[in-house]
């Protein structure tokens, strides 16, 4: 044996992912990548804003001392400052510096916080279709995804939610706006939750922690917003990154806050700020860190998703695909018109369309389109959108 | 109950280093920092090389589109491909790029490697005095560790790590020059361990691994090298970072690399590769690998930490502290007068002298002075070493 044998169980598993990433390598190869139409990754198409470089050029001409050493585990408190008031901008809690911590993107956010509450065998429930990394960040720390159902237009289903609950019960992971649905919880949602999540942890003693993933909070449409989490529910923990608002997908820069008002405070925040050492982690990246502080106002200008997810929908509804239209994020979940959504996908790829089976995320019956790309990678794919369909759908 | 019940048992025991490090900063505030001599933390005090700050600047005036964005999760191949070319130059296998995952650090790197090759319960020899976070990076896992008895001057001791082999071994973890001790292991040491370690793997039908922490493989004196670990052992890893040698440690920039030689060879890179994902490290910093491609071959001026290590090593032999004269790395190892460290340790704080107790490396009866500070510090603090010493050498 080499690997562990998790770790060649999960090789496994996921080679028939890789092996149609592999299958998209080669079309690109053999067909030239401007006419294999690449729907298969969340990689930002838009550049960085301006401003962000201009931050990045005046740290690189005029380095501070230290600028690129150890600061403490939590992050530099500068940073932290500035997220902590951004944080109060749009939330009822006021927050302190110490409630937040810098992480190595969300993903690493995300592995702090379940570390820090999670005992082996604690169950998290998570509404489905979701981010199925989840499920390797709960088994990273011996924690049980409990994936439940959702409601028409994937909605929190608070019966199947309560069906769910149990005193093993630790958490609830949202994602909101949602991968790979785009569905953005509303108000009235996340209140019954966290009034759902109140009763329960009133009953067992001990809280069910709320934790909320919001890569794309400032990706969204149609001049909605997206309601607080820290507002509706006390026992909550907000984890993001800048991948997405600014672009910087690869650079590994976001933050996991706690709720101000959180149960035993100071132990949550310790806690946090061991697991971002004890991971590996140590810290997030250092110049990442002084650049985000001064850019937590900036996104990209999301009216280019905007109108890229108009394209999308407007041209697949003509030809007859179904879906629900996202508010947020750039995914758009359709139906696939036939059960087996690994066969669809596989059709749409001898068209030269990559997307990724639904069944990826908990969701079969369903595609994933990530329209985080050009315009004309979009209009230009339509047409083999509309063959594929029409050959399913006689 | 909030935090994890692991997770709060580390806050309360790590409470006690921590109250050192808080004792600490209220003498800087009070007596001004300044008047401090903070040998506590390896945090490079000499800024990164000029070539780095030209390196950055040219990134942040002229960057390339997609610059921040997602690469393959082993980070770009241009960069894996240069740090190859580089571990071909001083290691007798030729490296492909895909034997090189960038990693956050070599802390990152630690885990992925861990997280590749462990299944719980299995176990992983230490030679004692180690840098004490690797416990916690085995638990991560589930691995265990075994720490082993070192000879004089903290050599391996081959009878201790025998002894200690058995079905469970996984890996042997050495770090070298080592923290917190500066040895550097011998090329007749390692050829000893890569004979022993190819016995049992044969005995036990599976490898056992031999991972090499080497963070400060450039920061060597009295114009000694660090012998490959590569050529003495086939089953081998090694794990880096750009933290010491470039003095970037906030930027959390490294890699693991495994032998080209290694068994399985597929397997352990597609694991690591998983991993390091799976950890929600996702990649390793963008901007960062981008710039430590161009700087393999660069260091900071090492000759000034020789300086520093002659000027504490001259001072406390003078005043009578015993201790094995360091090759490398920036940490002095000397026996405390007293078998009580801890005790020790505190003597010098009330001189306002910060070190750590040998205890938090399994090392007691020492402690660790990290002289990675000003000249001045190391000048300043000589009178307070000398009258803590005489106090208790009576």
Redesign the interface.
Known sequence: ????????A??ER?SWIRKMFEEGNIRKKKYGAENVFDFS?G??NL??PAKF?QV??E???D?E?G?????PNAGFETTRKAVADYLSGYNRPIFSADDVVMT??A?????VVL?????PGEEVIIPKPYFV?YN??LD?HQGVPKVVATGPGFSLDMGAIEGAINEKTRAVLIDSPNNPTGKVYTEGELEALGKLLTDYSRKFG??IYLVSDEPYRKIIYDGITVPSIFDAYNESFVVTSFSKDL???????GYAACNHD???RG??I??MV??N????????????QRAVALLLEEAVDVSLYQKKRDLLCDGLQACGYEFVKPRGAFYLFPRTPIEDDVAFVAALQEENILTVPGSGFGGPGHMRIAYCVSDDTIVNALPGFERVIKKFKK
């Open positions: 044996m080499s690997a562990s044998k998790k770790i060649q999960a090789i996921s990754l990689n930002p550049e960085p470089k990045l050029k740290l690189a001409d380095p001392p600028q690129h050493g150890y600061m190595v993107g993903g690493g956010g995300l592995n570390k820090t509450i999670l005992n990394e390797f960040y990273n001990q809280p672009s910087l997908p690869g650079e590994r820069i959180i149960s035993d132990t949550i310790a806690g061991l697991c050492r004890i991971l590996g982690f140590v810290s997030a990246p250092a110049l990442m």
